[in-house]
């Protein structure tokens, strides 16, 4: 009989060498029995390292590579990396170094070894381990490949790391490697998974600058990251570019693009390029209708989904759980009542297993216990047993159709039933009750649920607090909150957040003790936690903790949000510190954020309570440039989007501007017909007053929405008013009201 490990035994892996093995114990005895009986082959451990590494099990991994070492068998360089592979998955970083060291030593490792073992952290996602070996190649004189990077940027993607992948191509451009389109697809990938849809199309530019064609990967992750932009027509212009270069586009490519036209809801193209796929011999799969499907939900097209529903029969495509739910949800959000039973039922025909979303979108429908009974009944003739899923939409349900009274009968209906209530059930029941907007209901049906038997989670404790904060009844929040931290459940960020918004008004000095009672009980406060903190400081004009605020927020590596900013520029500007609002607008952290016109509205409105022109009329220019104020053309002004003081000011401003400069042509103010938004019906009849209050005549164009000012009414007696009326408290007044107090309020 031959040597174990000797050149005539075949190098031959014996398959299932671990087969029935369904634990470790399972495994290690499997292991020692092979041993034993002498039929491992150096191939044979590969497999059962490839084994040890997927379960974690490090120290058995580590004794089967020694175990090669000391029978004469010299273990390849994915070996190594199969065992350092199950020491990270076991948490041990310090003995997969340990592995990987003995690699460099007991071997002379040439390209194709790194090649495999960075390989091997690939498919493990142990990114740090395959850049510390990338960076340890050079040292052994192995110059990294093309094929070594984009191991390495796989290996990032897939453990989903926010590394900067334009580091790695930037070594690459210094070694003279040149990326090829899986680096790109994986660098665009890598950028995109991290939020950063910019950088990821910038690498796809970067492949086109340097000459390299792409293909359908490329172009798939590129549309990809339109989605995550929202971008969705340069995904079509990335579309038609593959038809021009002659890359025939998959149905992976169609399908991303599809995606990306939901993503924008805009479902209508969204159709459209699902009907461009047959024309070109491109057949939709199961995602490609899915996405589409998602599309038409979210814009409540019920018709046009169940239109998809009979194209995928066509194709012979089979609608999963999944699709049924979103036409559901469609269908049930349009009030369509009988549609939404019919494809029940065909669920049930087909064998289809309903999911929780299913029953959501059935339960917002029945609103009688008449309608429940009714569905329930037809359940049991469909051989479908009720259970405590089926029930328990029906009690969210009763927040928008019959109120808690209802909510009681469905709790219990489930008793009659023998189908008894779970913790899910006795939460959807207080939330209900918090639905109605009284506090002692909620804090009633708590104690009674307690009483009898009920023990609460931190979802039924936070509910209450919730409910308290939201009616201002802040002494019962704290209460609430005191009885979790020393009886339990112990309070989570959700419990301290609701807390906060509950002294916001009565207690902002509370807020700040909340958040520092956040550190000590190990609970991290979020950026929810630190805004509620800087507006309850804000309401107290205690605008020094409300800029403490946001710098602690970043001091400990929270990213502010929109909010945030806009929070603390707010309050500032009604504490009366403009010059340090304009500082915070202004700063560098700032710079990439785009405010949207809630946001500058009332930024614009605060600027003007704060007396202050000059920035009112920065950030109106500030809001035209970034195209969330519609910049018009050089004769015009467009007041959509606009709130009512801003855009009284916008039109005094743009009449004093134009006749300082002394234009010769007409101004035209684009008000808009009322359409749209309350404000906008304002607008218009205030615009008209404003001009008869200036003695300016107008020509007004109903079916436009436009009114003219003529050239020869703009003279430098109007810009002396329009100046003093700029600097009047009136206009601090006007846009201290609300637009119902005085829609028509003239300033002259």
């Given at each position: 009989m031959?040597r174990?490990?000797s050149?005539?035994s075949?190098?031959k892996?014996?398959?299932g060498?671990?087969e029935?093995?369904?634990?470790?114990?399972?495994i290690?005895r499997?292991?020692?029995?092979?041993?034993?009986?002498?039929?491992?082959?150096?191939d044979?451990y590969?497999?059962?390292?490839?084994?040890?590494?997927?379960?974690?099990?490090?120290?058995?991994?580590?004794?089967?590579?020694?175990?090669?070492?000391?029978?004469?068998?010299?273990?390849f360089?994915?070996?190594?990396?199969?065992?350092?592979?199950?020491c990270?998955?076991?948490?041990q970083p310090?003995e997969a170094?340990?592995?990987?060291?003995?690699?460099?030593?007991?071997?002379?490792m040439?390209l194709?070894g790194?090649?495999a073992?960075?390989?091997?952290?690939?498919?493990?996602?142990?990114w740090?381990?395959?850049l510390?070996?990338?960076?340890?190649?050079?040292?052994?004189?192995?110059?990294?490949?093309?094929?070594?990077?984009?191991?390495v940027?796989?290996?990032?993607?897939?453990?989903?790391?926010?590394?900067?992948?334009?580091q790695?191509?930037?070594?690459?451009?210094?070694?003279?490697l040149?990326?090829?389109?899986?680096?790109?697809s994986?660098?665009?990938?890598?950028e995109?998974?991290?939020g950063?849809?910019?950088?990821?199309l910038?690498?796809?530019?970067?492949?086109?600058a340097?000459?390299?064609q792409?293909?359908?990967?490329?172009y798939s992750?590129a549309?990809?990251?339109?989605?995550?932009?929202?971008?969705p027509?340069?995904?079509?212009?990335?579309l038609?570019?593959?038809?021009e270069?002659?890359?025939?586009?998959?149905v992976?490519?169609?399908?991303?693009?599809?995606d990306?036209?939901?993503?924008?809801?805009?479902?209508?193209?969204?159709?459209?390029v699902?009907?461009?796929m047959?024309?070109?011999?491109?057949?939709p799969n199961?995602?490609s209708y899915?996405?589409a499907?998602?599309?038409?939900?979210?814009?409540?097209?019920w018709?046009?989904?169940?239109?998809?529903?009979?194209?995928m029969k066509?194709?012979?495509?089979n609608?999963?759980?999944?699709?049924?739910?979103?036409?559901?949800?469609?269908?049930?959000?349009?009030?369509?009542k009988?549609?939404?039973?019919?494809?029940?039922s065909?669920?049930?025909?087909?064998?289809?297993l309903?999911?929780?979303v299913?029953?959501?979108?059935l339960?917002?429908?029945?609103?009688?216990?008449?309608?429940r009974?009714?569905?329930?009944?037809?359940?049991?003739?469909?051989?479908?047993?009720p259970?405590?899923?089926?029930?328990?939409?029906?009690?969210s349900?009763?927040?928008?159709?019959g109120?808690?009274q209802?909510?009681?009968?469905?709790?219990?209906?489930?008793?009659?039933?023998?189908?008894?209530?779970?913790?899910q059930?006795?939460?959807?029941?207080?939330?209900?009750?918090?639905?109605?907007?009284?506090?002692?209901?909620?804090?009633?049906?708590?104690?009674?649920?307690?009483r009898g038997?009920?023990?609460p989670?931190?979802?039924?404790?936070n509910?209450?607090?919730?409910?308290?904060?939201t009616t201002?009844?802040w002494?019962q929040a704290?209460?609430?909150?005191?009885?979790?931290?020393?009886?339990?459940?112990p309070?989570d960020?959700i419990?301290y957040?609701?807390m906060?918004?509950?002294?916001?008004k009565?207690?902002p000095e509370?807020?700040?003790?909340?958040?520092?009672?956040?550190?000590?009980?190990?609970?991290?406060?979020?950026v929810?936690?630190?805004?509620?903190?800087?507006q309850?400081?804000?309401?107290a004009?205690?605008?020094?903790h409300?800029?403490?605020?946001l710098?602690?927020?970043?001091?400990q590596?929270?990213?502010?949000?929109l909010d945030?900013?806009?929070?603390?520029?707010?309050?500032?500007?009604r504490?009366?510190?403009?010059?340090?609002a304009?500082e915070?607008?202004?700063?560098?952290?700032?710079?990439?954020l785009?405010?949207?016109?809630g946001?500058?509205?009332e930024?614009?409105?605060g600027?003007?309570?704060?007396?202050?022109?000059?920035?009112?009329?920065?950030?109106?220019?500030?809001a035209?440039e970034?195209?969330?104020?519609?910049?018009?053309?050089?004769n015009?002004?467009?007041?959509?989007?606009m709130?009512?003081?801003?855009?009284?000011?916008?039109?005094?401003?743009?009449?004093?501007?134009?006749?300082?400069?002394?234009?010769?042509?007409?101004?035209?103010?684009?008000?808009g017909?009322?359409?749209?938004?309350?404000?906008?019906?304002?607008?218009?009849?205030?615009?008209i007053?404003?001009?008869?209050e200036?003695?300016?005549?107008?020509r007004?164009?109903e079916?436009?929405?436009?009114?003219?000012?003529a050239?020869?009414?703009?003279t430098?007696?109007?810009?002396?008013?329009?100046?003093?009326?700029?600097?009047?408290?009136?206009?601090?007044?006007?846009?201290?009201?609300?637009?119902?107090?005085?829609?028509?309020?003239?300033?002259?």
């Amino acid at each position: 009989m031959a040597r174990v490990g000797s050149p005539s035994s075949p190098p031959k892996a014996m398959p299932g060498l671990l087969e029935g093995c369904t634990d470790d114990m399972a495994i290690a005895r499997r292991i020692k029995e092979l041993r034993t009986s002498g039929v491992l082959f150096k191939d044979s451990y590969s497999e059962l390292l490839g084994t040890l590494a997927q379960r974690a099990m490090w120290r058995q991994a580590c004794t089967l590579l020694l175990e090669m070492r000391f029978r004469a068998m010299k273990p390849f360089p994915p070996s190594y990396a199969l065992v350092a592979t199950a020491c990270c998955k076991a948490s041990q970083p310090d003995e997969a170094a340990r592995v990987i060291d003995r690699l460099w030593t007991a071997q002379a490792m040439d390209l194709i070894g790194c090649g495999a073992v960075l390989s091997r952290f690939a498919s493990g996602g142990l990114w740090k381990e395959a850049l510390a070996f990338l960076q340890r190649m050079p040292q052994a004189r192995v110059a990294p490949d093309t094929y070594a990077y984009n191991n390495v940027l796989a290996s990032v993607r897939r453990a989903g790391s926010s590394i900067d992948a334009s580091q790695l191509l930037a070594e690459m451009q210094e070694e003279e490697l040149k990326p090829d389109d899986y680096t790109y697809s994986l660098a665009i990938d890598l950028e995109r998974d991290a939020g950063r849809w910019e950088m990821a199309l910038s690498h796809f530019r970067s492949m086109q600058a340097n000459h390299i064609q792409g293909n359908t990967v490329v172009y798939s992750a590129a549309i990809n990251a339109c989605r995550s932009g929202l971008r969705p027509y340069l995904a079509m212009e990335l579309l038609e570019d593959m038809k021009e270069k002659e890359i025939a586009p998959d149905v992976q490519v169609y399908t991303a693009t599809i995606d990306s036209f939901g993503t924008a809801s805009l479902w209508e193209n969204a159709l459209d390029v699902l009907d461009m796929m047959r024309p070109q011999g491109v057949c939709p799969n199961a995602f490609s209708y899915n996405v589409a499907l998602s599309a038409c939900q979210r814009a409540l097209q019920w018709e046009e989904a169940l239109q998809l529903f009979r194209s995928m029969k066509r194709d012979k495509v089979n609608p999963s759980t999944m699709d049924y739910d979103m036409i559901l949800s469609a269908c049930a959000r349009s009030s369509e009542k009988e549609t939404t039973e019919v494809l029940f039922s065909e669920m049930n025909r087909k064998g289809i297993l309903p999911s929780e979303v299913t029953f959501n979108c059935l339960a917002s429908l029945l609103s009688t216990p008449a309608e429940r009974a009714s569905f329930i009944s037809k359940l049991r003739s469909s051989k479908m047993k009720p259970d405590v899923r089926t029930y328990n939409p029906m009690i969210s349900a009763c927040a928008e159709t019959g109120g808690w009274q209802d909510a009681v009968m469905v709790l219990e209906e489930m008793r009659a039933a023998h189908v008894p209530p779970d913790l899910q059930s006795h939460n959807r029941f207080l939330s209900v009750c918090a639905a109605t907007g009284s506090w002692d209901l909620v804090l009633r049906v708590f104690h009674d649920l307690v009483r009898g038997g009920f023990k609460p989670d931190r979802t039924s404790v936070n509910t209450c607090i919730s409910a308290c904060a939201t009616t201002g009844e802040w002494h019962q929040a704290v209460l609430l909150l005191l009885d979790m931290e020393t009886q339990g459940p112990p309070p989570d960020v959700i419990s301290y957040n609701a807390m906060i918004y509950a002294c916001r008004k009565e207690r902002p000095e509370w807020a700040l003790a909340f958040l520092d009672r956040m550190r000590l009980a190990k609970v991290p406060p979020d950026v929810i936690s630190y805004n509620s903190v800087m507006q309850a400081c804000g309401e107290a004009n205690l605008w020094e903790h409300v800029l403490s605020g946001l710098f602690d927020m970043e001091h400990q590596g929270i990213i502010p949000s929109l909010d945030s900013y806009y929070i603390a520029m707010e309050k500032l500007l009604r504490a009366g510190q403009t010059p340090k609002a304009l500082e915070l607008f202004q700063s560098p952290r700032m710079r990439g954020l785009k405010l949207d016109q809630g946001c500058y509205n009332e930024l614009i409105i605060g600027a003007l309570r704060a007396g202050s022109v000059e920035w009112a009329d920065h950030l109106v220019r500030k809001a035209q440039e970034d195209g969330t104020f519609v910049r018009g053309q050089k004769n015009d002004v467009d007041l959509h989007l606009m709130r009512v003081p801003v855009a009284q000011f916008v039109v005094l401003t743009a009449l004093r501007d134009r006749a300082r400069a002394e234009v010769k042509k007409p101004l035209t103010i684009i008000t808009g017909v009322g359409r749209h938004s309350r404000d906008e019906a304002v607008i218009k009849p205030m615009v008209i007053a404003l001009l008869e209050e200036l003695q300016l005549p107008c020509r007004y164009r109903e079916e436009a929405g436009h009114v003219q000012v003529a050239s020869r009414f703009m003279t430098s007696d109007l810009v002396q008013r329009i100046e003093r009326l700029l600097g009047t408290e009136e206009l601090r007044q006007f846009a201290s009201l609300d637009i119902d107090d005085a829609p028509l309020l003239s300033l002259v």
